[in-house]
């Protein structure tokens, strides 16, 4: 059974950091993707970032290209996502989630994902 916990949200001003982590356990595929995607409330949950466990490929979104980085320690089962330059638009619960999938733009979309961890709840104050 795949297992995802995310963790490290919390409440920051804006233009500050925070480091989110995603811890897994279980994952048998050879080569797979982690992703971290977001939520606002009643919006639908939007892809921010992946990496490929072997390639290292990243992707990220858009919105948060050059001010987030998506990193992966594979000794430790864990991905990183560090988030520079926030801005309240950034608040949402993030979740992390895997796929037996590589990490592309057209690869990367929660339908894509079938393996999801609990949300960790982020927000920006102005």
């Known amino acids: 059974e795949v297992q995802l916990q995310a963790s490290g949200g919390g409440l920051v001003q804006a233009g500050g950091s925070l480091r989110l982590s995603c811890e897994s356990a279980g994952i048998t595929y050879d080569d797979y993707a982690i992703g971290w995607f977001r939520q606002l409330p009643g919006k639908e949950r939007e892809g921010v970032s992946c990496?490929?466990?072997?390639?290292?490929?990243?992707y990220y979104a858009d919105s948060v290209k050059g001010r987030f980085t998506i990193s992966s320690d594979n000794a430790k089962n864990t991905v990183y996502l560090q988030m520079s330059r926030l801005n309240p638009e950034d608040t949402a619960v993030y979740y992390c989630?895997?796929?037996?999938?590589?990490?592309?733009?057209?690869?990367?979309?929660?339908?894509?994902?079938?393996?999801w961890g609990q949300g960790t709840q982020v927000t920006v104050s102005s």
């Open positions: 989630a895997a796929a037996n999938a590589p990490c592309t733009d057209y690869a990367f979309s929660v339908g894509t994902y079938p393996h």
């Open positions: 990496i490929g466990s072997s390639d290292r490929h990243t």
